[in-house]
């Protein structure tokens, strides 16, 4: 556990620290004045917790609960129930999504799966969030739809606007975190967390507005009934998400055959493709482009298995240059092959360029990253380090980019070469 | 419709002609279809079936498209009765699908009116009112709403399926029988919908058809992602494993055809969907460990040493190395570090027996050894299929199970294999081919043990 708290960095921690302030302020003022409407606040709890419980890995580790959060979303928006109004607390409301959170946690942990706290205390304070925004709402709002001709459209607003709003703050402080995390620049970390939310957030939101209404015009019994649209939505994203894994996964399992066969050093792709992407991250480059970098990376050495004999060490960087040219002509012959990858395909193509040929970043991170990792190898010796960077340094402008080298610089000065 | 066999034009004209007279008898028994008031909601269900309508989407059970459009039939069941739901299925004769011919457009809308009518009976046989629902009804609306989809849903697709039927004059789809299962109760979940819809129309009209759409296109777009994922993932997988056999010359293609035979093997002893495609990832990457085998190894000639012949029989415990961290199901991690187990023990890593070698490992292995037999190799031609299969049954139960080369042999017969095309003797420069192949059952490699 402690081990867990220290890879946490400072915002992860404030973050958790305050989602723990809110819920234990949330369940000492509901247990000091009592549930309003227990039977209401059981069958929502009950549905955050299997939301938590169905909680799901997206790309780039980012851990998601839909159900979960429409769930919450929906008894924060209840107005009524069949024409009772619903007088809930926004503390309530906080102390029902804790607890429910809470309990569909339990069984992860009970199977050895620890929670990660930083992404539930985003849920928790995103909820309580809009709880507090909304609660105070609620029985103007429900007046409203009690005049003649009723109307819900006023109240239909609200909730919309808040969502958009309480979304929004959602992703910034979610791009906050992920720019510490993964040291990113903050613009690009927004741009990657609203790529990545809008499309969940839309069929979240619409669900949760969809379960206050239904239990306003039906009752209780319908709540599970109408979680299917967002259940559909769930299978669905969790499938994407898990053959996106895998084919991680695959490419960078795929990518040691390089060294299983003795082309290249132990390790070599691996430590290429941490050191690339950190240096693509480090000059400002989305997800997307991230993920090429990583795929072309990985398989920058593929080239070497159309070849009949391993050339020594495989180092690349001291091999002649037609020789490297080939090895890189080959690898994209095979990568293009898959009929998918394209761009990768042309990433690794040109590999060996020089400056004056104008080769894609990509391309240039690569060779840096490559020659860097040629010379240090899996060593953690910081002379070393800074001697290869020296060399690649004096070749600057002219082989190597110096702004990738630069990156590169930072990088290594920052995290030390055994840490990528 | 001219090139269509005359049974099926029977049929369509039958089922044309039949919801003609139903829609024609409604509007001479009560002289208009819709009351006027509901005219608005007729237009907005319309809609929300065409939108559905054209754009099926690809939901869990592969060989299907589905669309939710029924599910705005359904709707209109209990919105406006059964003449509301028939014109509401009648719109799929204006969906938007360019290249659609019009008698299958108006073969679409004539059974969806059916359908219609069908349901809203039944939904109002028994006890179902018809008309925008009020707060607190809702219990009394379950019980025929599910009825009616009970109907229109078995309907829909037995129309369907029967025209389908005629017109290609094939088998009854050839679906397994848990797929078409799976199909049918995820049909009648997405009917749900219609009762979201109708449910919440009191109290804010169309804009519940739109709450309930939207969770929906989000999963057709992630459907979408996924399936372009999948695809993607098969073919880089084939691709790097293909690009693993480069190096020998005579190798080349042999991943995906062992995947292949092994699916078929797979499929024959009726593996569910989820086992059968990590077999064929299985497969695809059972000797990715081959690369770690020296190249002079593999062109040693005569008898291996004790030495040599172990850094071959490591090759799967390498290849069960480099797949470790992909999250396939256990089961194919098994295959690919077990496939040259013998049935009789005497195979390695583990030198396993009968029962004990994983169904994967059993299945790979007599892939693995067809597909040998079958290729040229530098020291013979190809075999055929039949001299292939003769060597399988005589081996079977001393290194190959039984159960798994009965299981190929009859794949084989109902569909044939395509072998390799004849390989060309390598180029002159291309000296280094290895000369023995592990996987080729009629010629072990020879060890000499000893120092």
């Known amino acids: ?420 | 419709m001219r090139d269509l066999p005359w049974p099926a034009k029977v049929y369509l004209i039958a089922v044309i002609g039949a919801a003609t007279i139903l829609i024609g008898r409604s509007v001479i028994t009560s002289g208009r279809l819709v009351a006027p008031g509901d005219l608005g909601i007729l237009l907005v269900l319309a809609l929300l079936f065409l939108v559905c309508e054209s754009m099926p989407t690809l939901l869990n059970v592969e060989q299907f498209a589905v669309s939710v459009s029924f599910s705005a039939a359904l709707a209109a069941v209990v919105l406006i009765g059964p003449e509301g739901a028939a014109l509401v299925g009648f719109t799929a004769v204006f969906s938007v699908r360019p290249g659609l011919p019009l008698i299958k457009r108006l073969f679409n809308g004539a059974q969806f009116a059916i359908c219609g009518y069908a349901a809203g009976w039944v939904y109002q046989g028994l006890g179902g009112v018809s008309g925008v629902p009020g707060v607190n009804v809702f219990d009394d609306l379950i019980g025929p709403y599910a009825a009616a989809t009970g109907v229109f849903v078995p309907l829909n697709i037995m129309l369907t399926l029967t025209m389908i039927r005629l017109a290609t004059r094939v088998r009854a789809m050839e679906v397994p029988l848990r797929g078409m299962v799976q199909f049918l109760l995820s049909y009648l979940g997405y009917g749900t919908f219609g009762l979201l819809v109708a449910g919440l129309w009191a109290t804010v009209q169309s804009i519940s058809a739109v709450l309930v759409l939207l969770p929906l296109f989000v999963a057709r777009w992630a459907f979408g992602q996924y399936h372009a994922q999948q695809r993607s993932y098969d073919a880089t997988i084939a691709a790097l494993c293909q690009a693993v056999e480069t190096k020998d010359y005579y190798t080349r293609g042999h991943c995906t055809r062992v995947s292949l035979a092994s699916s078929m093997i797979a499929q024959e002893i009726g593996m569910g969907l989820e086992r059968l495609r990590a077999i064929r990832y299985a497969g695809m990457l059972h000797d990715v460990g081959k690369l770690g085998v020296p190249t002079k190894v593999l062109q040693k000639e005569g008898p291996l040493t004790e030495e040599e012949f172990a850094a071959i029989q490591l090759h799967p415990m390498r290849g069960l190395e480099i797949v470790r961290g992909i999250d396939f199901l256990d089961e194919a991690y098994a295959g690919i570090m077990h496939h040259h187990e013998r049935h009789d023990g005497k195979g390695y890593p583990m030198g396993l027996a009968a029962d004990e070698i994983p169904e994967f490992a059993r299945i790979i292995a007599v892939a693995d050894a067809f597909d040998s037999m079958t290729s040229d190799r530098s020291y013979r031609h190809a075999r055929s299929v039949e001299v292939a299969v003769d060597e399988l049954r005589k081996n079977a139960g001393r290194q190959f199970d039984p159960v798994m080369v009965a299981a190929f042999a009859r794949a084989l017969e109902r569909d044939p294999w395509q072998p390799p095309r004849r390989v060309e003797p390598p180029p002159p420069e291309a000296t280094e081919t290895p000369i023995k192949d592990h996987d080729d059952p009629t010629r072990p490699i020879e060890v000499v043990s000893g120092p």
């Open chain 1, 1 to 420: 556990m402690t081990r867990a708290l220290q890879s946490l960095d400072s915002g992860q921690l404030l973050l958790i620290c305050g989602a723990g302030l809110v819920a234990v302020a949330g369940v000492a003022h509901t247990s000091a004045v009592g549930l309003d409407r227990p039977e209401i606040a059981i069958g929502f709890g009950a549905l955050i917790a299997v939301g938590e419980l169905a909680r799901l890995t997206m790309p780039g580790n980012r851990e998601v609960a839909p159900i979960g959060a429409a769930a919450a979303l929906g008894y924060t928006l209840l107005l009524d129930l069949s024409d009772n109004p619903l007088r809930h607390t926004a503390l309530q409301v906080v102390a029902v999504i804790a607890v429910g959170m809470i309990a569909g946690a339990l069984p992860h942990l009970a199977v050895g799966r620890p929670p990660r706290l930083d992404a539930m205390a985003r849920r928790l304070l995103t909820g309580a969030l809009l709880a507090f925004a909304f609660r105070p709402l609620a029985d103007p709002l429900y007046q409203l739809t009690r005049q003649d001709p009723p109307t819900w459209w006023p109240a239909l607003g609200v909730m919309v606007t808040l969502i958009t709003l309480t979304l929004l703050i959602d992703v910034l402080i979610a791009a906050l975190l992920r720019a510490e995390q993964v040291r990113t620049a903050f613009r690009v970390a927004v741009r990657d967390e609203i790529n990545m939310a809008f499309p969940l957030g839309a069929a979240v939101a619409a669900s949760g507005v969809l379960l206050a209404l239904a239990t306003h015009s039906m009752d209780l019994v319908a709540l599970l009934v109408f979680a299917a649209p967002l259940l559909v939505t769930q299978v669905a994203f969790r499938k994407y998400a898990g053959i996106r894994a895998t084919y991680l996964q695959t490419v960078r399992a795929l990518s040691r055959v390089t060294e299983v066969g003795g082309y290249v050093e132990p390790g070599h792709s691996r430590r290429v493709s941490r050191l690339a992407v950190a240096v693509g991250r480090e000059l400002g480059m989305a997800e997307p482009e991230l993920l090429e970098l990583e795929y072309a990376a990985l398989m920058h050495d593929i080239g070497q298995l159309s070849l009949s004999d391993p050339i020594p060490g495989g180092a690349t960087v001291l091999a002649d240059p037609a020789q490297a040219r080939r090895i890189a002509e080959l690898g994209a012959e095979v990568i293009k092959q898959t009929g998918v990858l394209d761009r990768v395909a042309e990433l690794v193509r040109r590999q060996c360029d020089q400056i004056a040929e104008d080769p894609p970043l990509s391309s240039r991170i690569i060779k840096a990253a490559n020659a860097y990792d040629d010379l240090v190898g899996g060593s953690a010796d910081r002379d070393r380090g800074g001697a290869a960077l020296e060399r690649l340094r004096l070749a600057a402008g002219t082989a190597y980019d110096p702004d990738a080298i630069e990156a590169m610089t930072r990088v290594v000065d920052r995290l030390g070469v055994h840490k990528l």
